[in-house]
Nanobody, 114 residues
Framework: QVQLVESGGGLVQAGGSLRLSCAASGSIFSINSMGWYRQPPGKLREWVAT??????TYADSVKGRFTISRDNAKNTVYLQMNSLKPEDTAVYYC?????????WGQGTQVTVSS
């Protein structure tokens, strides 16, 4: 299994943008599904977005504001986050594979101030 390392988190004002990156230790070319999840403070981890064979799906809460993409040549998955809201504050995790299979990254903190 590949190891995943997220980066790009930080503190941003509401309405701002951040781009998260998820770098894999090996090739992600053969990994069909890559996704982003988040865990807000005091809440359970929740799904944010998935990219599968070029198709993208999003949670309703981020649809139209977030964009997931992947660069197989760089073994990296991205999450472009625009129009950020305070409720987007969370630790964001990258995951490879679908269901219970695959790997998780260690997470990157995103804090959106009002």
């Amino acid at each position: 299994q590949v190891q995943l390392v997220e980066s790009g988190g930080g503190l941003v004002q509401a309405g701002g943008s951040l781009r998260l990156s998820c770098a894999a230790s090996g090739s992600i070319f053969s990994i069909n599904s890559m996704g982003w999840y988040r865990q807000p403070p005091g809440k359970l981890r929740e799904w944010v977005a998935t990219i599968t064979s070029g198709w993208t799906t999003y949670a309703d809460s981020v649809k139209g504001r977030f964009t997931i993409s992947r660069d197989n040549a760089k073994n990296t998955v991205y999450l472009q986050m625009n129009s950020l809201k305070p409720e987007d504050t969370a630790v964001y995790y990258c995951k490879s594979g679908s269901g219970s299979s695959g790997s998780w990254g260690q997470g990157t903190q995103v804090t959106v101030s009002s």
